[in-house]
């Protein structure tokens, strides 16, 4: 089975920066791979034209059409001439894409079957930002969904708000983002003399970041020791137009907690687990995922985490087993549970051996894999009677 990815992203040096797209793509991608699926994966948006191995994924990069006023209709049909070539060749089976910005509206591949997966597309996110969405953002995104051939959610939520936001009926199968646990794993006990309190992931309100000062705030009355570790690539505020979200978070610090406040900026995907290896607590109190790959990197690697209560956050963490989930709005409730954690260094081991457990039955790429592989081969052979 030969599987194409197209994507605006993904985790290497020679495509730029990638989030959480690129890297459940590259995570699934790997897994296929290992199954014995030829893997290419089709990166738009780049400055050339070219092709590359990444350890047996084939990478193609392709560069935008740039004619003012039609680039994204003469890029959305570079891309299906694309398509229709590799398919012809038979150098692929099928195509996936995200429903981000709805790439694949006026792709129409010949026989190539085209699946959406939805891992939150801008209206989706804009929704639950409370910000209004691009209408051309929004039109693509419909008009894509409304015309694939088959359809992925990360999660039930995404799935269920999607159509409703859409007004759509569209039918999806839930196959969750995975990691390799393998790569994610406890390697030994930090001996630092003082908690360490751990986000990592881009700085952006969507993802609560400016709910974390005020938490800090009341966590360093209770817990002085306690230190922030904040780690990720700043970010722009779209709603107050500041140029950094890391500058907005320091306004909104304590002078006391402010000391104990250390940003590392956006470090590798490698650097990441020697982060999190060294935190007490790992926190994410977002209002806008899917369903977060970083929550799960965390928890197979046994640490506890106190995040968001919103949908997805239900379909990942078991809230008081696995983790604690909480509204990122209340503070003193967010607080008082990262101090428990503080606290209670029994709770904490417990909770963490929950969180690896529940990633291993749930979330390991391997079974995530034979998920996609049983929905990619129904597809498929419906296409070719």
């Not at 591949?109 to 699946?115: E, I």
């Not at 039109?139 to 269920?160: C, I, M, N, P």
């Not at 986000?199 to 230190?227: D, H, Q, S, V």
Request: hydrophobic content about 40%; some cysteine.
């Amino acid at each position: 089975m030969k599987i194409a990815f197209l994507t605006p992203e993904y985790p290497h040096s020679k495509t730029g920066n990638s989030g959480g797209i690129g890297t459940s793509i590259k995570n699934l991608a790997s897994g296929l791979l290992a199954k014995g699926c030829s893997v290419r994966v089709l990166v738009y948006g780049q400055k050339v034209d070219g092709v590359f191995d990444d350890n047996g994924i084939c990478i193609q990069q392709i560069r935008n059409v740039k004619i003012k006023g039609l680039s994204w209709y003469l890029t959305r049909k570079k891309l299906q001439k694309i398509i229709n070539i590799l398919h012809q060749d038979k150098e692929i089976d099928l195509v996936e894409a995200p429903d981000w910005t709805g790439i694949t509206s006026f792709i129409s591949p010949k026989k190539c079957p085209v699946v959406i997966r939805l891992n939150g597309s801008d209206t989706y996110f804009c929704h639950l930002d409370q910000r209004p969405v691009k209408w051309v953002n929004k039109f693509h995104e419909k008009k894509a969904l409304q015309h694939a051939d088959g359809y992925l959610a990360a999660s039930q939520y995404t799935a269920s708000l999607t159509n409703q936001l859409f007004e759509l009926t569209n039918s999806y199968t839930i196959i969750h983002n995975g990691i390799n646990c393998f790569d994610f794993k406890k390697i030994y006990d930090e001996g630092s003399t003082f908690p360490i309190i751990l986000y990592f992931g881009t700085l952006i309100r969507k993802k609560g970041l400016l709910e974390i000062p005020f938490i800090f705030n009341k966590i360093i009355e209770r817990y002085p020791k306690a230190k922030l570790y904040l780690v990720g690539r700043d970010s722009s505020d779209v709603i107050s137009g500041n140029n950094s979200t890391w500058g907005m978070m320091q306004e909104s610090f304590s002078k006391k907690a402010l000391l104990n406040v250390s940003y590392f900026g956006g470090v590798s995907h490698d650097e990441i687990r020697d982060y999190i290896q060294k935190a007490t607590v790992c926190v994410f109190p977002s209002f806008a995922e899917a369903l977060p790959v970083s929550w799960l990197e965390a928890m197979a690697m046994q640490k506890p985490i106190v995040a968001s209560n919103i949908g997805w956050g239900k379909e990942v963490v078991i809230d008081g087993e696995s983790g604690f989930l909480v509204d990122p709005t209340q503070h003193k409730e967010y607080a008082e549970k990262i101090v428990a954690l503080l606290n209670d260094k029994e709770l904490a081991s417990k909770m963490g051996a929950m969180a690896r457990i529940r990633t291993e039955q749930v979330f390991d790429i391997g079974k995530i894999v034979n998920q996609n592989i049983n929905f990619y081969q129904g597809l498929i052979q419906s296409n070719d009677e």
